[in-house]
């Protein structure tokens, strides 16, 4: 397995592999850059088919947190944390406890949060070993699930996009394909009801389509028919990868702005949707809404102070300027949206200096 000369290697600051015996833990924690801060970032859980597989996404993770932090105007770096094995037979309160311990090593140069695999439950056992840790639910500081929040900055980012491509200033009677009802698509989905748009969606699980149906009266697709709908707005919740050769000469919406991460297959992807005149909103530009939700946590309990709501509907708030900034930029420079986002990241992260560990 090459590490510094591996593919998405990215001039990362650490890397640690981490293995303890009693309760199996084999884990990788990754810290991309700390120029802004110390950093922040979910810890994964799966069943990765090879360690080779597990190290490129924790690497190509970790640099996505320092681009999301960065944009966000957030003073964190990038970090994230894979956990090697199956999150339903393998996780155990002693595993996650050990992993408290391997992110407490880093003495605050990496903060660990939920993702994939792993609960707010499980960020209370790993409380237990470290104070390193954000996403906890209960007392003075915790934040609890981050999705909500995640939800409402792309419901924020989202309108952005159409006052800016569909020069609409409010989203009644438009079409929005929705493909994914789970913790963000689901509160998506409610933000968009009340704000009048029509819902078109799909997921796997029948239950959720059902509800959706019931509640929002959205109308029901098949999972692959989701592309072709004549839609205003395409908003992928769920998958990765899912804007490529395949699916862009299927899109008929004419802006795409959704949770999901990593949404473009490649970045030539991106120049793609410019040419075709859709809109894209930067994935890690609009979903910062939970990754803002978890910096207040930690702000409040560095500071011991109670954990302050308004202050994360404020900054999540600016997503708006955020992602019309991003726009006006691309439109200036000629450029994709990724692109221009990617750009003003790379402005802020790279003119400062790395952090000290706490
Ligand atoms: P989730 O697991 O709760 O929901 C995902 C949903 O997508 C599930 O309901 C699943 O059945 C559905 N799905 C899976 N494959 C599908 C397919 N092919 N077609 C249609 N539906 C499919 O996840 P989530 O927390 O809602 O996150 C959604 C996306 O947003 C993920 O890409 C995640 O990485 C990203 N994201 C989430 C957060 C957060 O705060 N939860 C923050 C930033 C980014």
Avoid at 79 to 90: E, F, L, N, P, Y
Avoid at 159 to 172: F, G, I, P, S, V
Avoid at 293 to 308: F, G
Wanted: hydrophobic letters at 40%.
């Amino acid at each position: 397995m090459s590490v510094f000369t591996h593919k998405e290697f990215d001039q990362h600051e650490q890397i640690s592999f981490f293995h303890d015996q009693a309760t199996g833990l084999k884990a990788i924690i990754a810290v991309h850059n700390t120029h802004l801060g110390p950093a922040l970032g979910g810890c994964r859980m799966w069943n990765y088919e090879s360690d080779d597989l597990a190290l490129k996404d924790v690497l190509r993770l970790s640099r996505g947190m320092t681009y999301k932090a960065a944009v966000a105007g957030l003073p964190l770096g990038g970090g994230k944390s894979v956990i090697i094995g199956d999150a339903k037979k393998h996780k155990t309160a002693d595993l996650m406890r050990a992993m408290g311990r391997a992110v407490e090593t880093f003495g605050g140069r990496y903060i660990v949060a939920e993702d994939v695999g792993t609960t707010t439950e499980d960020m209370n056992y790993i409380n237990s070993q470290t104070k390193h840790v954000v996403g906890i639910v209960g007392g003075n500081h915790g934040s609890g699930d981050p999705s909500p929040t995640t939800a409402l900055g792309v419901f924020t980012g989202l309108k952005a996009a159409a006052r800016h491509r569909l020069q609409r200033t409010d989203l009644k009677g438009l079409k929005v394909a929705v493909q994914g009802l789970g913790n963000v698509g689901y509160n998506l989905c409610r933000y968009l009801h009340q704000a009048g748009a029509q819902l078109i969606v799909t997921d796997m699980a029948a239950d959720k389509v059902d509800m959706a149906s019931r509640e929002f009266g959205a109308m029901a697709v098949a999972l692959n028919s989701i592309y072709d709908i004549e839609a205003d707005i395409f908003a992928p919740c769920a998958l990765g990868g899912i804007l490529n050769d395949d699916t862009l000469q299927r899109v008929k919406a004419k802006v795409i702005a959704g949770a999901a991460n990593n949404q473009l297959a490649e970045p030539r992807h991106g120049d793609m949707l410019r040419d075709m005149k859709i809109l894209y909103a930067p994935d890690y530009v609009i979903n910062a809404g939970g990754l803002i939700s978890v910096y207040y946590e930690h702000v409040a309990r560095t500071s011991n102070k109670p954990y302050d709501r308004q202050m994360v509907l404020d900054h999540v708030a600016k997503i708006d300027s955020v992602s019309e900034s991003i726009f006006k930029r691309a439109d200036q420079e000629g450029i994709s949206t990724s692109l221009a986002a990617d750009r003003i990241a790379e402005q802020r992260f790279k003119a400062t200096k790395a952090c000290k560990a706490a």
